[in-house]
């Protein structure tokens, strides 16, 4: 028998975290479902988190006071309450660093499918608009080369962004946020305000955190100062967007395009009109999505908790 009690609130998690918390606690593990979690929470001292339910006041009730820490497998905790968790002294920890080269791949995807007008193309073969007669003005792109690229949000995911795309010979970096950093500078991107990012970028990639400050971010006052050639693209979170305002912006052509691997609501339903969209490349917010990076998350998540657990502190600590 372990020493403490762990509730893992997800059935899918890598068995790397299973094999790690076994060591010094009794593991139980949630079925599907808010449901699930709220039924079987009470009375744990740790909770492995991997969900996109609302982590708030009801569960941690529920879970009565022994609970002592919480170890998320995200980066992202905005669906967490943190104030409460604060308030009730319990620890709390997330998985950053460990994702940023597997989301900063998915940006570059992103980048690459919408300004290529990868779904217009594959819609062209599907539809037979292919023509045997060669057009020289069919389905030109936006290239990346020569372009400036506006990271909005220099963090390690923004830097991992910067790094893959100076192979493509951009001519500029601009960042934005809420002071200029020496990695910026290391990286040769210069620090701008969010207006000259928004009217001087031809890629506009957000990689910011979701806060109240970030809500709605890029709403129709954003994407009317961005260039009518411009490409936006979010690894973030959706809720940074107004996603009806992008949505008319991208209909009217305002902007030329965009890639999302993060929207409103998740899942999105299958006759979303984001979806009807040619000029918007979606994913179902798959920027961590592989094997090695999941792994990494959850050994990261597990260890949080078992240090925390112990009295050590955890590698990376929210709370
Ligand atoms: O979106 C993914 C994460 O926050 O880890």
């Not at 890598?14 to 449901?35: M, Q, S």
């Not at 594959?122 to 003005?137: D, G, H």
């Not at 000259?196 to 709605?216: A, G, H, R």
């Given at each position: 028998?372990?020493?403490?009690?762990v509730l893992v609130a997800?059935?899918?998690i890598?068995?790397i975290a299973?094999?790690?918390?076994?060591t010094?606690?009794?593991?139980?593990?949630?079925e599907?479902g808010r449901?699930?979690i709220?039924?079987n929470?009470?009375?744990?001292d740790?909770?492995?988190?991997?969900?996109?339910?609302?982590?708030?006041?009801?569960?941690l009730?529920?879970?009565g006071?022994q609970?002592k820490?919480i170890?998320?497998?995200?980066?992202?905790y905005?669906?967490?309450d943190?104030?409460e968790?604060?308030?009730?002294g319990i620890?709390?920890?997330?998985?950053p660093?460990?994702l940023n080269?597997?989301?900063?791949?998915?940006?570059?995807?992103l980048?690459?499918?919408?300004?290529?007008r990868?779904?217009?193309?594959?819609?062209a073969?599907?539809q037979?608009?292919?023509?045997?007669e060669?057009?020289?003005?069919?389905?030109l792109?936006r290239?990346i080369?020569?372009?400036?690229?506006?990271?909005?949000?220099?963090?390690?995911i923004?830097?991992?962004v910067?790094h893959?795309?100076k192979?493509f010979n951009?001519?500029?970096?601009?960042?934005?946020?809420?002071?200029?950093k020496?990695?910026?500078?290391?990286?040769?991107a210069?620090?701008?305000?969010l207006?000259?990012?928004?009217k001087t970028?031809d890629?506009?990639i957000?990689?910011?955190?979701?806060?109240?400050?970030?809500?709605?971010m890029f709403?129709?006052?954003?994407?009317?100062?961005?260039?009518?050639s411009?490409?936006?693209?979010?690894v973030?979170r959706?809720a940074t967007v107004?996603?009806?305002?992008?949505i008319?912006?991208?209909?009217e052509?305002?902007i030329?395009a965009?890639?999302?691997?993060?929207?409103?609501?998740e899942?999105?339903p299958?006759?979303?009109?984001?979806?009807k969209?040619?000029?918007c490349?979606?994913t179902?917010?798959?920027?961590?999505?592989?094997t090695?990076t999941?792994?990494?998350?959850?050994?990261?998540a597990?260890?949080n908790?078992?240090n925390?657990?112990?009295?050590?502190?955890?590698?990376?600590?929210?709370?």
């Amino acid at each position: 028998m372990g020493k403490f009690k762990v509730l893992v609130a997800n059935s899918t998690i890598p068995d790397i975290a299973h094999n790690i918390l076994k060591t010094e606690c009794d593991v139980k593990v949630c079925e599907e479902g808010r449901e699930s979690i709220l039924q079987n929470i009470e009375g744990v001292d740790a909770m492995f988190w991997l969900s996109h339910y609302k982590l708030d006041k009801e569960l941690l009730d529920k879970a009565g006071p022994q609970l002592k820490v919480i170890g998320s497998m995200s980066a992202g905790y905005d669906n967490v309450d943190v104030e409460e968790l604060k308030k009730r002294g319990i620890k709390f920890g997330n998985t950053p660093g460990v994702l940023n080269d597997s989301v900063a791949d998915m940006a570059v995807l992103l980048c690459l499918a919408a300004s290529r007008r990868y779904i217009e193309g594959r819609q062209a073969i599907e539809q037979s608009l292919w023509k045997p007669e060669l057009n020289a003005q069919w389905l030109l792109a936006r290239d990346i080369c020569g372009s400036t690229v506006g990271i909005v949000g220099l963090g390690g995911i923004g830097l991992a962004v910067i790094h893959r795309l100076k192979c493509f010979n951009v001519a500029k970096f601009v960042y934005t946020g809420h002071k200029e950093k020496p990695e910026g500078k290391a990286v040769g991107a210069e620090f701008v305000s969010l207006d000259e990012l928004l009217k001087t970028s031809d890629f506009v990639i957000s990689c910011v955190p979701l806060n109240k400050e970030t809500e709605k971010m890029f709403d129709a006052k954003a994407f009317s100062k961005m260039k009518s050639s411009a490409i936006f693209v979010n690894v973030s979170r959706g809720a940074t967007v107004n996603q009806p305002d992008l949505i008319a912006a991208l209909k009217e052509k305002r902007i030329f395009a965009a890639g999302l691997d993060v929207m409103t609501p998740e899942p999105l339903p299958p006759d979303h009109e984001l979806l009807k969209l040619p000029n918007c490349f979606v994913t179902p917010h798959l920027g961590s999505a592989s094997t090695n990076t999941r792994n990494k998350m959850a050994e990261l998540a597990a260890n949080n908790i078992l240090n925390a657990l112990k009295g050590q502190p955890m590698l990376t600590p929210v709370v």
